[in-house]
C-alpha cells in the first residue's frame, strides 16, 4: 500500500516526498518511514542512524552540513514541530547543477519530507520558535568525514527567507567555496 507521493526536484536525485496520512475523527496515522514503499528512493540503502534536533529561535541557521567518501550518507529529513525553510546545495564533481541549491517549506503540520543524497550540503532556517527536525541517515555521524559551506557563501547564494538571527560558531566558520573547489566525488 502506498503511504508516500515522491516528486522529483530541479535538481536529480533531490526529492520531495509527501506522505499520505490516514485520518478519521480521532486523527491521524501518517508513517514517516517504510523501507517498502520507499525502495524506489533508498535503493539497496540502509537507514543507520536517526537523529532529532531542537532549534529554539526563530531565524536560526543551521547547516551546510554533509559527509565525504565511504562516509557519504543520504538524508531523509522532515519537521515534526514548528517551519524551516530546509535547503539542499548540490555540491557532486561533475554534476549540472553542481552548486545550485534547492529550498523547500517543511512545516510540523504538514507532510512533507526531504530526501538528500549523497553529494549534497543540508541545512535551514527556522521560521518559526522551537522547531523540531528528525534526520534518517544511512551513515553513522563520522567526524573525520565531515564537510561544511558558511550557509552565507555568495557563491551558493541561498535565498533564506528571513534575517539571520542565530547560527553556531562552528557553522559560521565553514569555508566558503573558492574557484578551486571541483566538489566531492559520490
Given at each position: 500500500m502506498d503511504r508516500f507521493v515522491v516528486e522529483p526536484t530541479p535538481l536529480?536525485?533531490?526529492?520531495?516526498?509527501?506522505?499520505?496520512?490516514?485520518?478519521?475523527?480521532?486523527?491521524?496515522?501518517?508513517?514517516?518511514?517504510?523501507?517498502?514503499?520507499?525502495?524506489?528512493?533508498?535503493?539497496d540503502r540502509v537507514v543507520r542512524q536517526v537523529n532529532r534536533t531542537l532549534t529554539r529561535k526563530k531565524g536560526a541557521v543551521r547547516g551546510m552540513h554533509l559527509q565525504?567518501?565511504?562516509?557519504?550518507?543520504?538524508?531523509?529529513?522532515?519537521?515534526?514541530?514548528?517551519?524551516?525553510?530546509?535547503?539542499?546545495?548540490?555540491?557532486?564533481q561533475g554534476s549540472g547543477t553542481f552548486l545550485h541549491w534547492h529550498g523547500v517549506l517543511l512545516d510540523g503540520d504538514g507532510s512533507e519530507s526531504l530526501f538528500i543524497p549523497e553529494g549534497f550540503a543540508h541545512g535551514f532556517q527556522t521560521l518559526t520558535d522551537d522547531c523540531e527536525m528528525l534526520y534518517l541517515h544511512t551513515a553513522a555521524y563520522e567526524p573525520g568525514a565531515e564537510m561544511g559551506v558558511h550557509p552565507e557563501d555568495t557563491a551558493i547564494a541561498?535565498?533564506?527567507?528571513?534575517?539571520?538571527?542565530?547560527?553556531s560558531l562552528?557553522?559560521?566558520?565553514?569555508?566558503?567555496?573558492?574557484?578551486s573547489f571541483k566538489g566531492v566525488l559520490t
Open positions: 536529480p536525485g533531490l526529492l520531495q516526498l509527501r506522505r499520505l496520512p490516514r485520518a478519521d475523527a480521532r486523527g491521524y496515522l501518517e508513517r514517516l518511514y517504510d523501507q517498502a514503499d520507499l525502495s524506489g528512493v533508498f535503493g565525504m567518501g565511504k562516509h557519504a550518507e543520504a538524508k531523509l529529513v522532515t519537521c515534526v514541530r514548528g517551519k524551516v525553510f530546509d535547503v539542499a546545495v548540490d555540491l557532486r541561498i535565498a533564506w527567507p528571513g534575517e539571520i538571527t542565530d547560527m562552528r557553522d559560521g566558520s565553514h569555508p566558503r567555496i573558492d574557484a
